[in-house]
């Protein structure tokens, strides 16, 4: 009686399971990972054919190390590890490697070892490599063993991509073999779903190269670009670099996985007057020909003195002047005729301190400090973009507002309605865009301007901060222009990180903005106006 009680009731549920499994067996059936194509309908990320190598050891004709020796050279695997793997005590199948290739299967064969077998899987390929890398993410395992997407695309989208396996069970008899009047069990495995993403491929093989080429030209240590439709909101191209194989992840430093331009955090100096200046003129704080009053000199604010970038002054300055000059100090004269309340109030309409909505996964979002806490000092600050941290997806979406007449976009990798909100009037988007014509034109970065294409467009240095204090030495540099000023194509940002041939972006960021503007014109067919 005690032993009936213990198999009934202590120890039943295990040894029913144990029961069940030996006249049913069960098999997963894998679902099919969906493609990622770009705009044109070409393979940014699909399914490729491979294999799973497995041993079974009651079939073998010769031992471990005999196989492990003859195998080990076409799988480029280490002999001693192989050679453990296939003397496991007690193993009956034994999985030897995942993933590999039809070639590697079919030299395999050829050696006809008695005991070794092959069973479908399925593979990730990625046709253009390293190209749009940190865009698209990559394919490892998780904690179960399973294909999972991390970073990305493949991250953010996983769950449709990855569909949902079937399963398959049948009765079997006490040789393992299927009883043909036994209970069968099938639920179809479903497909992952496709992905048509707003990916140029043509603008990102450009983009590539060039922010590769600019890196190594100017010393940078890394850099970020982004090519974007303001009107809609649709991503182009998006670039890192350095960078790495989605198919060959495993080989490369976990830094490499995250995307620069959603993850990273930074204070974006000049480039974010357009969106303070912005915000003036919305507001009716200011006009394009309202006079800077306080422009004759380095400012003091509490205890500290606020100078231009290059300590030059320009007394009575127009608003288009202080964009064209980009003088700090005319800034902070905007800033005191906004306000600290109605500035917190126009960086959230712009996005700031939100996420993008882009569908990329990573993406960071850095909080605004709350507006209660707002001193003179961080009003002044924020005038002329310090003090106050954003990612460079955050600005590109803010400024495609001013590019398209005061809509701010969300921002889509993967093709989808586009979705945009009216933050400032289409009027202020006008006269925003013309200053940053003007500075195009005429301010510092003026000589690497491509005389007779129209583009609005603002440099940015910005002091890196460290410890509580910022860097004197090295800086992010970047530039944000679209085009035609009027009706663009194309907005861009370009970000890089500490450039060494110089700190200023006018002498880095903007040439090499412009070297990919001059293979963007013709592609985008943007002639010249005159």
Known sequence: MLKLFIWQVVTGGNLAKEAKNQYRSGKVISAPRGNIYAADGSILAGRK???????????????PPEIAKKISPILEADYEILKDTL??????????????SSEVKNNIEALDIAGLGFEPEEDRA????????????????????????YFGLEGYYNLPLSGRRGYSSTDKDAKGNPILLGDFQEVSALGGVDLMTNIDKTVQLIL????????????????????????????LAMASYPSFDPAQYREYNDSLFKNPAISDTFEPGSVFKVVVMSAALDAGAVEPETICDICTGPFRVDKYSIATWNNKYHPDSTMTEVIVNSDNVGMIFVGQKLGADKLYDYLKKFGFGDSTGIDLQGEAVPALRPKSSWNIVDLATAS??????????????AVSAIANGGKLPRLEVVKGKPKLEQIISPQTAAKMTAMMVEAAKNGEAKWTNTRGFSVAGKTGTAQIPIAGHYDTQNTMASFIGFSPANNPKFIM????????????ASETAAPLWYSIAKDLFPYFNIQPEN
């Open 126 to 149: 990625y046709p253009e490599a390293s190209a749009a890398a940190q865009l698209l993410g990559f394919v490892g395992k998780n904690a179960e063993g399973e294909d999972t997407g």
């Open 384 to 397: 002329f973009g310090q003090g106050v941290a954003i990612t460079g997806a955050q600005l590109i979406r």
């Open 87 to 100: 003397a496991v005590k007690g193993a009956v199948w034994i999985p030897v490697t995942h993933k590999i």
């Open 208 to 235: 590539e190269k060039r922010l590769k080429e600019g890196i190594e030209k100017y010393g940078a240590k890394g850099g970020s670009s982004m090519v974007a439709d303001p009107t809609t909101g649709a991503i």
């Open 49 to 63: 054919e491979a294999w799973l190598l497995y041993a079974s050891v009651p079939d073998f004709k010769e031992g």
């Open 493 to 504: 940002l370009i970000t890089l990180n500490t450039p060494q041939s110089s700190p200023w």
